[in-house]
């Protein structure tokens, strides 16, 4: 394990990345842990933060903690070690933990931390947490583009080789987007088969993707919504399962545990997210709203 640490991480100048991550995790669990004690009134935990009464959300200290570590991290960039960048970027990936585990409070500017939308601060904790641990693993986003081999090379042809993959690189991971797959863009910028699966299969029903290519064809749409129901219902009740583990759940009088909740909430998001796209403005809509034989938003499938 030494062995490997030194020659992966240490040789490859990636120490302050690991240390950055352990900071990252090390806060976000704290956080959630004091955020529980906090909410179970547990007497001998500190409580929130109240200076003159008002609550001082913890992503204020993340702010603060990574504008000092991150512009600490500047001035040492030419003639600081890789210790004294790990130090920062501990310190930096704290506060990153502190910024994201709130991300859901920016992103909706009002306090839904143990709401159901709340949910959007533990992604965004899982998304660091994925991209971090792939580029410590050593893999680099848009793998097919290799900057150094492009600068390097004399030969005009291997020049244009690698700029015909560079652009199909990205034209690809712009389908999978387009196709609403963010996760499978997200990984296949890294590890591009991945990329490559996500372009080919079926796009999700209500990306732009089928609101361009499935509006006009009903058949594939409906197979588009039957698999995103069967697919996406279990990944979607794992996934608040573990959000709800982790972060708690959400405040409700009728949810007392948290595998029916998961049960509960999942079928709520697929009513909400599985429907078809609406067609483009310059096509016929029909008075529904919908496609003819498919199902509008909300409906049972």
Do not use: C
Not at 119 to 135: C, H, K, N, P, Q
Not at 143 to 164: C, H, K, N, Y
């Amino acid at each position: 394990m030494y062995e490997w640490l030194d020659r992966e991480i240490v040789g490859h100048g990636r120490l302050p990345l690991l240390f950055f991550l352990l900071g990252f995790l090390g806060a976000f669990l704290f956080i959630r842990l004091s955020v529980r004690m906090i909410r179970a009134e547990v007497s001998w935990w500190p409580g929130n933060v109240k200076p003159g009464g008002h609550h001082v959300h913890h992503v204020v200290f993340g702010v603060v903690t990574m504008l000092i570590s991150g512009v600490a991290l500047v001035a040492v960039y030419v003639d600081g070690t890789q210790t004294t960048g790990a130090v920062l970027a501990t310190f930096f990936g704290i506060g990153a933990a502190l910024v994201l585990d709130e991300f859901a409070l920016i992103f909706y500017l009002q306090d839904v931390y143990w709401a159901d939308e709340g949910r959007a601060s533990v992604d965004a904790v899982f998304v660091a947490i994925a991209v971090t641990g792939l580029l410590l693993l050593g893999l680099r986003p848009l793998e097919l583009m290799d900057v150094t081999s492009f600068r390097d090379s004399p030969d005009p042809w291997v020049r244009v080789a690698i700029g015909v993959l560079s652009v199909v690189n990205l034209l690809i991971a712009g389908v999978v987007l387009l196709k609403g797959k963010i996760w499978t863009g997200l990984l296949g910028l890294f590890i591009f088969p991945i990329l490559l699966v996500g372009a080919i299969r079926l796009s999700r029903p209500s990306a732009p993707w089928a609101r361009w290519r499935y509006t006009s064809k009903p058949k594939r749409m409906l197979r588009a919504l039957e698999r995103e129901r069967k697919l996406r219902r279990p990944v979607i009740r794992a996934k608040i399962f573990v959000q709800d583990f982790i972060a708690g759940t959400p405040s409700a009088e009728h949810v007392k545990e948290a595998a029916e909740h998961a049960k509960v909430a999942a079928e709520a998001e697929l009513d909400e997210v599985v429907h078809p796209a609406p067609p483009p403005i310059s096509s016929r809509a029909v008075a529904s709203g919908t496609m003819d034989r498919l199902p509008g938003p909300g409906s049972i499938t």
